[in-house]
Each structure stands twice: as structure tokens, then as C-alpha cells.
């Protein structure tokens, strides 16, 4: 076991929702959900995630984010036809365009797409099994 998933998986039994790390990371899609914005208009902004639990992720984006702010996220998991709709997440910290985000609210099809995948990740069975979800 090398020493980064060593550290991952010691970390992992401290904490009430696993965590995995992305092998491949992908894409997903911000919008801030705090209604007083500049002229009503909807702000957007394009991320890239990098590992995932079901209560949280880290992703990286040049939107102008900060803690405390509420944005709902569309994850495009791979393999799979629909994405998960994390419908309100907390930006809880940042570092270097990087930020983690706590899930307020998913439905529980986002929430069975997120475990089905995360599962996958952390059998090590991510090719084969992924088409099947």
C-alpha cells in the first residue's frame, strides 16, 4: 500500500462519511443560490472535483466563491447517464482556488448515484463495474 493511500485510509476512520480520491478527476458545474445577486442574474462557474464523500467534496474553480457561501453543484460522474444534483452546498473552506463544500441538500437519486460510484472507487473496480451503474 503506498504511503498517500495509507494516509487516506487511516483518515477515513476518523471520519462518519469515507472519502475517496478521484483517480481520473472530472467536471462539474457551480451556481451560487444566495438570491441577492448583482441585477437578479444567476452566476455560474465550471470546477473540477477531486475527491468525494456523500456528505462533502473538494473541488477547484476560479469562480469567485468564499466560505459561507450556499451553491447548488451538478456532477458529472463518469460512466454514468444522469448526474448527481447536490441541490445546496456550504463552501466551508478554501486554499488556492481550491474549496471544500458540505452537501445541505441532495435528493436521494443523487445521493444512490454518489454511493453507487464511490463504492466502485473503493473496491478498485473502477472500469468494469462503472458501465453497469
Avoid at 438570491?35 to 456528505?55: I, N, P, T
Avoid at 460522474?77 to 486554499?95: D, G, H
Wanted: proline residues 7%; positive net charge; charged residues 25%.
Amino acid at each position: 500500500m503506498s504511503s498517500s493511500a495509507l494516509r487516506t485510509s487511516m483518515l477515513n476512520t476518523f471520519r462518519r462519511h469515507p472519502r475517496v480520491r478521484i483517480p481520473t478527476p472530472f467536471a462539474c458545474e457551480l451556481a451560487w443560490r444566495d438570491e441577492q445577486r448583482w441585477f437578479g442574474k444567476s452566476v455560474h462557474g465550471a470546477g473540477v472535483v477531486y475527491d468525494l464523500s456523500l456528505r462533502g467534496m473538494r473541488v477547484s474553480t476560479e469562480a469567485p466563491i468564499k466560505p459561507g457561501d450556499h451553491v447548488s453543484v451538478l456532477i458529472r460522474l463518469p460512466r454514468q447517464v444522469a448526474p448527481a444534483e447536490i441541490t445546496v452546498a456550504t463552501v466551508r473552506w478554501t486554499k488556492d482556488q481550491t474549496y471544500g463544500l458540505a452537501f445541505q441538500r441532495l435528493s436521494p437519486a443523487s445521493q444512490g448515484r454518489l454511493r453507487k460510484y464511490m463504492t466502485v472507487l473503493s473496491k478498485g473496480f473502477e472500469k468494469p463495474l462503472l458501465s453497469a451503474l
